[in-house]
């Protein structure tokens, strides 16, 4: 069935230093990219989304790059500051008739001061 | 601002009990959904529904059921509750014709089950 792997699963970086977060997905009629961010205690929100027609999105300090070929897309964060720290999610939507959203299994990033 | 809440954020049951975790959006959405967050294993979705009382079975179904009665709310109902099912539950909604699903989240029930 489809699935979306998340890779690392833990992330601890210094503060100021890049973060990068990978995942993989299966169908390759996945067509919209979205990550979600969810700080400690609080809700997930959606933090950038790629669709399958663009290779990379860049907002401020966050990006993320889409490989159709090989079915990968990547979270980059550049600059990291402590209010980065959280989990993160991605999650790939399959256009089946109605939409599926299949969310890897999240990363949590460290930023230490 | 689309606003999804839920009816409580931390719930104590007993095992065999029945429980209810309500979500409403205010934001017209057709499409709803309930997860459960565990450690490790990201979100996992239960249940969702496309329209007024329709459902369809998530990846971890069992021992859940919902109710979509209104477009605005949509209930988890956990029959017989058991200590498996202590978790975070999270309920999302979505705008069906925006093409993309973005999901947002209500702010989660944290359930623990005795």
């Known amino acids: 069935g489809e699935n979306v792997e998340q890779h690392p699963s833990t992330l601890s970086v210094q503060e100021g230093d890049s973060a990068v977060i990978k995942c993989t997905y299966s169908?390759?009629?996945?067509?919209?990219f979205p990550w979600y961010k969810q700080e400690l205690g609080k809700r997930p929100q959606l933090i950038i989304d790629?669709?399958?027609?663009?290779g990379e999105k860049k907002d401020q300090r966050i990006a993320v790059t889409l490989n159709k070929t090989a079915k990968h897309f990547s979270l980059h964060i550049t600059e990291t500051q402590p209010e980065d720290s959280a989990v993160y999610f991605c999650a790939a939507i399959l256009h089946t008739g109605g939409f599926k959203t299949i969310f890897g299994a999240g990363t949590r990033l460290f930023v230490k001061a | 601002d689309v606003k999804v809440t839920q009816s409580s954020r931390y719930l104590v049951k007993r095992t065999g009990e029945k429980v209810f975790l309500e979500c409403v959006q205010d934001m017209d959405h057709e499409n709803m959904f309930w997860y459960r967050q565990d450690p490790g294993l990201g979100l996992r979705l239960i249940y969702f529904?496309?329209?007024?009382?329709?459902?369809e079975k998530g990846d971890i179904p069992e021992g859940y059921s919902v109710s979509r009665e209104k477009k605005e709310r949509f209930s988890l109902i956990l029959e017989s509750a058991s200590t498996n099912q202590t978790s975070m539950y999270l309920c999302?909604?979505?705008?069906?014709?925006?093409?993309?699903?973005?999901?947002?989240f209500g702010p989660g029930t944290r359930l623990t089950v005795l």
């Open positions: 999302a909604s979505s705008l069906l014709s925006s093409g993309t699903d973005t999901q947002y």
């Open positions: 790629i669709r399958s027609n663009v």
């Open positions: 529904s496309y329209d007024v009382k329709m459902k």
């Open positions: 169908d390759s009629a996945s067509n919209y």
